[in-house]
């Protein structure tokens, strides 16, 4: 009798245990998708707050006009993706390290094919 009384209290043990390792996986899963959320949330309200960083990109052959265009860029761009934002440069110099110089006095620098910083007009 006390044998049977010890198996089924360890039963429940094992039991109560498996219930609980559950319960905490799946916490964490929760708790990782409420971190996703909140930077989903975040970027969302930035734009919603800052309406300019949402502009539409201006058609290219003009887009170096507009200082908003040259906000869009990121150093994981390549040329193409430069010249649709900013449309195609007065004149291009260099090889694997490439300038790019605008009318306005901007200036895109790519390293290897990627953007690898920029100087905004007026600066």
């Given at each position: 009798?006390?044998?049977?009384?010890?198996?089924?209290?360890?039963?429940?043990?094992?039991?109560?245990?498996?219930?609980?390792?559950?319960?905490?996986?799946?916490?964490?899963?929760?708790?990782?998708e409420i971190q996703e959320?909140?930077?989903?949330?975040?970027?969302?309200?930035?734009?919603?707050?800052?309406?300019?960083?949402?502009?539409?990109?201006?058609?290219?052959?003009?887009?170096?006009?507009?200082?908003?265009?040259?906000?869009?860029?990121?150093?994981?761009?390549?040329?193409?993706?430069?010249?649709?934002?900013?449309?195609?440069?007065?004149?291009?110099?260099?090889?694997?390290?490439?300038?790019?110089?605008?009318?306005?006095?901007?200036?895109?620098?790519?390293?290897?094919?990627?953007?690898?910083?920029?100087?905004?007009?007026?600066?």
């Amino acid at each position: 009798m006390i044998k049977k009384i010890i198996v089924i209290g360890l039963l429940s043990l094992v039991f109560a245990f498996n219930s609980y390792a559950q319960d905490s996986y799946r916490i964490d899963q929760l708790e990782k998708e409420i971190q996703e959320l909140k930077l989903r949330i975040s970027k969302i309200e930035s734009l919603l707050s800052n309406p300019s960083s949402a502009q539409k990109i201006v058609p290219s052959g003009g887009g170096w006009k507009y200082i908003a265009n040259w906000r869009k860029l990121s150093t994981d761009m390549n040329t193409s993706d430069v010249r649709k934002i900013l449309g195609e440069p007065y004149r291009v110099d260099g090889g694997r390290l490439a300038y790019w110089y605008y009318k306005n006095d901007g200036r895109v620098i790519f390293l290897e094919g990627k953007v690898h910083r920029w100087t905004e007009p007026g600066q």
